[in-house]
């Protein structure tokens, strides 16, 4: 973790382990939504990351429990930027992985940081959402629904999608 400026905190051990196989190699898991304990709290005051994203699972519990914890380590660790991660109702990150490409959940991460409070939004309206589908991703912005889809990674950092623009009154 020392080299890396942001980690991913997950709910369980196996979900840890599909990110990690999936290169995501800066990942701490939890013991289940209320398993954050002075462990984790030491390895994010000594490594004192710029960013953690918060995977836990597509339900209430995972919901609930990101909120929580949002709020604590934006208030013990100020140097940390905290982002909730969304994922479809019912699925883990392990779930997710099984079905949807490494380069599907880096677009969820870049979406991600435009719904944190506090970052530089253009407009007069703020995100509303972020939908996952089966085939990639869609965003609502003020009346104009973006929708993302054929994601492909391709070699370097590069990402190739179709976005379609959809204005509605």
């Known amino acids: 973790l020392k080299h890396y400026s942001e980690i991913f905190i997950v709910e369980s051990i196996i979900d840890a382990l599909s990110l990690y196989q999936e290169g995501f190699k800066n990942v701490i898991p939890l013991y289940g939504t209320n398993g954050f304990i ?9 490594y ?3 960013k953690v994203y918060l995977l836990l ?3 209430e ?4 429990a990101s909120q929580k914890l949002k709020e604590r380590i934006e208030d013990g660790f100020p140097g940390s930027r905290c982002y909730v991660l969304s994922l479809p109702e019912g699925e883990d990150p392990n779930s997710y992985l099984a079905h ?3 380069e599907e959940l880096q677009a969820v991460l870049s979406i991600s940081e ?3 409070p506090g ?9 509303k959402g972020v939908t996952l589908t089966d085939d990639g991703f869609q965003v609502q912005y003020g009346e104009r629904l973006y929708q993302i889809r054929g ?3 391709s070699s370097g950092n590069k990402l190739k999608a179709n976005i379609r623009v959809i204005h509605r009154k």
Request: charged share 45%; proline share 5%; no cysteine.
């Open 38 to 46: 002075k462990d984790h709290e030491t390895l994010l005051r000594k």
């Open 114 to 116: 435009l719904r944190t």
């Open 61 to 64: 519990a995972g919901r609930k």
């Open 100 to 102: 949807h490409t490494k």
């Open 119 to 127: 970052s530089e939004l253009k407009g007069d309206e703020p995100l």
């Open 57 to 59: 699972d597509g339900d």
């Open 151 to 153: 994601i492909e990674g």
């Open 48 to 50: 004192n990351p710029k």
